[in-house]
């Protein structure tokens, strides 16, 4: 007990013997960098004493500059990050390679070609091209310019919407066979014309409703309607409905709702296809007639009646004062792109009916011995406007400036309660492409005379334009001769029945 005492009281001594040797052994080295520290502040501090002497505008200047050479040697940094980085991973490979070198061929790994492959993309940023695949190597160069149906008016706007359909792939699995077909031909303009494009509609939805069967725990007067809802939105993708249509489906729909859902689905659905018989008959075939009677009573003989493009009913009055042995002549004025006209001057021909044929620009000498002017009709706005294909106002303007009576002859069908004041807000934009169509022309003349090569020009292909009330003399309907005004009271009339 008493060595071990004695040794602890020798320890301290010991450490405090040996401790100020050991401070002054650890003070030796860490005299050096305090020196040298000193030494290199020495410069420092002077450059601070001299910048006391700088006024804050120069000390202003001087930050300036340094930001300035800054911001450039940051631009040439990143300039030269190309080259830098494929001398970066040179080094990287070399240095990669002697490692390599060192390590045992049991621990060697192959190397990674992705790596290679980037070092490649650096070195060579835009001197080779990218390779194409077979199919690409052939066609056209990646910078091309923008197609003219691309370009859009801005206050047209409103009418451009979805590209019509030229095809039936994408259709919907519960679109009719008929109703494919059929929404093609109107937008070949197979089927063109109000009437045509009515009759056409409802005699498809026909057969819509015989193929029909009713989901199990559904009824027809809720289901049905629904499927026709997918047909009618085909058809639209294909062209935009016309009044007719319009007023020919909301009474389908009508009709439909008023089955009692407990009626048997055979008896239901020959309810329908008989009441869609009697639509047409009563609504357009029996109108029709109507109507050319009234308005083949006005022609006398030594008449000279001047039309617009084609119309049935228009067709339909001149074969059957022809028919009358009542002797006129018939001029018809026509445009483009459709050019509906010379069908009219065909069928006209054929009968034995004298007719001549004048295009549009030729109007004002076209219409100087001219009569009458039978005009046929899209629609009859409830303000008493005609809604027509375009170039029927530029027709009524012009008669009306001659004092020519302007007939309209339109089907109470045509007629609804919209209102329009001009052709912008409401009108069909058709593609326009057609407006460079020149039928009977090669191929090789259209692509030499196409405008869509042309740099600032976009097409407009309208439809229908707009004719004023104070242009038209009288509008004639299976419900008797009447005024422009008397519209709105044909519609309800019309309606109601």
């Keep these: 007990m008493v060595s071990v005492l004695d040794t602890s009281q020798d320890a301290p001594e010991r450490a405090s013997s040996n401790g100020p040797e050991k401070d002054s052994e650890a003070q030796k080295p860490s005299k050096s960098p305090a020196t040298s520290n000193s030494k290199k502040n020495m410069p420092e501090k002077s450059a601070v004493q001299n910048s ?18 800054k911001r450039a040697q940051i631009k040439q940094e990143q300039q030269a990050t190309p080259s830098h980085a494929s001398k970066g991973n040179k080094s990287e490979n070399n240095k990669g390679r002697t490692q390599k070198d060192s390590i045992p061929p049991s621990a060697q790994q192959p190397p990674e070609n992705k790596q290679h492959k980037s070092n490649d993309f650096l070195s060579k940023p835009s001197q080779e091209p990218l390779q194409l695949r077979p199919g690409q190597q052939h066609g056209p160069t990646p910078e091309l ?11 047209l706007g409103h009418l451009y919407g979805v590209p019509r359909r030229t095809s039936i792939s994408g259709a919907g ?30 005699l498809v939805f026909k057969k819509v409703i015989d193929a ?62 008989s009441a869609i018989d009697t639509f047409i008959h009563e609504r357009i075939t029996v109108a029709g007639q109507a109507i050319a009677s009234s308005a083949s009573s006005r022609i006398q003989d030594g008449d000279i009646i001047l039309t617009f493009a084609k119309s049935s009913i228009v067709e339909r009055t001149l074969a059957e004062a022809y028919h009358q042995g009542k002797n006129f002549q018939v001029v018809v004025v026509d445009s483009g ?14 009968l034995g009916l004298a007719t001549e044929y004048a295009p549009i620009h030729a109007l004002a000498h076209a219409i100087q011995d001219a009569t009458k002017v039978f005009l046929g009709a ?9 809604y027509s294909r375009i170039g029927t106002a530029l027709v009524a303007m012009m008669a009306k400036d001659l004092d020519i009576p302007v007939i309209v002859l339109c089907e109470s069908v045509k007629f609804t309660d919209k209102v329009a004041l001009d052709s912008i807000a409401t009108n069909e934009l058709a593609p326009s492409h057609e407006l460079g169509y020149h039928r009977g022309a090669s191929d090789k003349d259209d692509e030499e005379g196409d405008w869509r090569s042309a740099t600032n020009l976009v097409g407009l292909n309208l439809m229908y334009d707009l004719t004023p009330t104070e242009y038209i003399h009288m509008v004639i309907t299976e419900y008797g001769d009447l005024p422009p005004s008397s519209v709105p009271v044909v519609q309800r009339l019309s309606t109601n029945t």
Aim: charged share 20%; with cysteine.
């Design 145 to 155: 310019e923008p197609k003219k149906e691309t370009q859009k008016l801005a206050f």
């Design 173 to 202: 699995k519960d679109v009719h066979p008929s109703i494919l077909a059929l929404g093609i031909q109107m937008s070949n303009y197979v089927i063109c014309g109000s009437n045509a494009r009515c009759v056409s509609t409802l």
């Design 378 to 386: 899209h629609a009859m706005m409830s303000n008493g406007r005609l």
């Design 337 to 350: 792109p459709l050019f509906e006209g010379r069908n009219l001057v065909s069928a006209l021909s054929s």
């Design 212 to 273: 029909y069967t009713t989901p199990l725990g559904t009824s027809l007067p809720r289901h049905l309607t629904l499927h026709l809802s997918a047909q009618i939105d085909y058809l639209v993708s294909c062209r935009p409905l016309s009044i007719s249509m319009g007023n020919a489906i909301r009474w389908l729909k009508l009709a439909i709702s008023t089955i009692d859902p407990d009626t048997p689905e055979d008896q239901a659905k020959s309810h329908l296809c």
């Design 52 to 69: 006391e002497n700088i006024s804050g505008a120069e000390l202003k200047k001087r930050a300036k500059a340094e930001k300035a050479a």
